[in-house]
């Protein structure tokens, strides 16, 4: 049985919402509940999907909630918000004035782990990823001018690691990870830890976030 | 008209000639008014097919759809050519190879 939360600033759309959700046979228990308290419970674990409704979807919010359970965004239907909603880490997207079925399937797909979104905003979806992607290989290509190992080294930077972890990581010393770390900022021109970070980014690498230390 | 298989690691799809969309819920018509055809394309089909701008490569498309779908490349890319296959037969694409250099 499925066990569901919406949030809502609209209390009678989101309670509607939420009423008709509880009556499907396969769901277990489905709440409405303010978005901080949907945070706190999908924190402790076991929401297979949660609902959030908003208008304007705010990104913070989505990857707030999304760290937490599967995000399904009810939204304009604008394909910039279903884009930044889905960048933003949600699962789904649909337009919130959806027939209640729709929303009902789009629920029941992200808790099989399906992705959903609005079948008409899909090809907008995959351009924006094909143009991401090629921005992507365009800037990696700025990184052909490291060694395997500079390489190596720039990702563990870009996610946060120290001097110290990266040593212990490598299996060198922190004397070489400094001059790794040199000659990294020397060949891409970066100036701090945030100008890495901000080409890994652009790199489309995984980045965790760091502590606001410069390199050196 | 060459009727040789294209290579879908470098072809390049593009769209042929002025058509008439009508979307109606999950499904989309295409009429083409040259032939007097009409085709009914499902979500997945329209976006690939919207995809198809002359610049954008089948494998492009599978590494989009993998990366939202979190399915093989290799699997996505199948996917993608039985998709783009019907439509290249019943003239809604033309295919271009980019040059490999």
């Known amino acids: ?216 | 008209m060459s009727f040789e298989a294209p290579d879908w690691t470098t072809a390049t799809p593009e769209k042929v000639g002025e058509v008439w969309v009508r979307r109606e819920g999950d499904q989309t018509a295409i009429y083409d008014p040259k032939t007097g055809l009409l085709y009914a394309l499902n979500a997945s089909a329209l976006a690939l097919w919207e995809l198809c701008d002359g610049g954008t490569t089948a494998p492009e498309m599978a590494e989009a759809l993998s990366e939202l779908t979190g399915v093989a490349t290799e699997s996505t890319l199948e996917d993608v050519v039985s998709t783009l296959e019907p439509l290249l037969d019943q003239g809604l694409v033309s295919v271009a190879a980019v040059d490999a250099g």
């Open chain 1, 1 to 216: 049985m499925l066990k569901i939360i919406v949030t809502s600033p609209d209390e009678v759309f989101g309670g509607a919402l939420a009423a008709a959700l509880s009556g499907a046979p396969d769901v277990g228990d489905c709440s409405m509940l303010a978005m901080e308290e949907a945070a706190a419970v999908a924190e402790e674990g076991n929401t297979d999907v949660l609902v959030l409704h908003a208008g304007p979807v705010e990104p913070p919010d989505v990857a707030r909630l999304a760290a937490a359970a599967p995000v399904l965004v009810l939204g304009t239907g604008s394909a910039e918000e279903m884009i930044a909603s889905v960048e933003a880490g949600a699962m789904g997207y649909v337009d919130a004035d959806s027939p209640f079925e729709t929303i009902a399937e789009t629920v029941r797909s992200l808790a099989k782990g399906v992705a959903t979104v609005e079948p008409k905003l899909l090809g907008a979806l995959l351009r924006h990823v094909v143009e991401r992607r090629r921005a992507e290989r365009e800037a990696r290509k700025a990184l052909d001018v490291l060694t395997p190992r500079e390489n190596q080294v720039f990702s563990l930077l870009a996610q946060g690691l120290d001097s110290g972890d990266l040593a212990e990581q490598l299996f060198i010393s922190s004397q070489t990870v400094r001059t790794h770390t040199q000659r990294i900022m020397t060949k891409l021109d970066l100036h701090s830890r945030s100008e890495l970070v901000a080409l890994a980014a652009r790199c489309g690498l995984d980045l965790e976030p760091i502590p606001g230390e410069e390199a050196q």
